[in-house]
């Protein structure tokens, strides 16, 4: 598991000159897919996003290959907060 503080989102937020005011209390969305693909090594080009529930700042997660063409986003208790499926 995992978890993503402030200063790791400000970095990235920087980076893509992100100035959303929600990401003072969430983590970006795009932010935890990207780190879903590069953390089970994926390449995926096309792929398509379903964002079920947000991610805290700091809140653990853990990424999950469920599939061949599907990673999830999981909490501490196992509930799937974001799907990614490979197109």
């Given amino acids: 598991m ?6 790791e989102i400000n970095t990235y937020l920087k980076l893509i000159n992100d100035q959303n ?3 003072a209390h969430i983590v970006p969305g795009q932010m935890i897919v990207q780190m879903a ?3 089970q090594r994926l390449q995926w080009t096309s792929y398509r996003v379903k964002y079920i529930e947000t991610v805290g700042i700091n809140e653990l997660i ?3 290959m469920i599939s061949e063409s599907i990673v999830v986003i999981l909490n501490q208790h196992d509930e799937t907060l974001i799907k990614i499926i490979k197109v």
Avoid: D, Y
């Fill in 37 to 39: 693909l590069q953390s």
């Fill in 2 to 7: 995992l978890s993503i503080n402030a200063k």
């Fill in 62 to 64: 853990q990424f999950q």
């Fill in 21 to 23: 005011p929600i990401h």
